[in-house]
């Protein structure tokens, strides 16, 4: 599954669960920036190391609760994509 598509996924399951059109849109953010750095890369071949370089190289500007906020969007993305059986194993 390409990464946009499970952007597209997840928002719908997290819209159904009730999550707040603030937090929602908070995520889109999240979601866009990590596909721009990644481009649309299929899901399964993102690994923890890659994960780390974007969060150091990105991370360097923000705000300890910026970037807070930036790993739990992907720890939450890369969780569910786990769960519900994209992918088989968790690199967050």
């Known amino acids: 599954m390409l990464l946009s598509k499970a ?4 928002e719908s399951d997290k819209r159904i669960e009730g999550f707040s059109p603030q937090t929602l849109k908070a995520y889109k953010l999240q979601a866009t920036l990590l596909i721009r750095y990644f481009k649309d890369i299929k899901l399964n071949t993102i690994t ?33 994509s786990h769960e519900e059986g994209h992918i088989s194993k968790n690199p967050a």
Do not use: C, N
């Open 7 to 10: 952007w597209e996924t997840y």
């Open 48 to 80: 923890t190391v890659q994960l780390k370089e974007y969060l150091a190289k990105s991370g360097g500007t923000l705000k300890p609760s910026s970037l807070a906020h930036r790993i739990r969007f992907m720890k939450s993305l890369f969780r569910w």
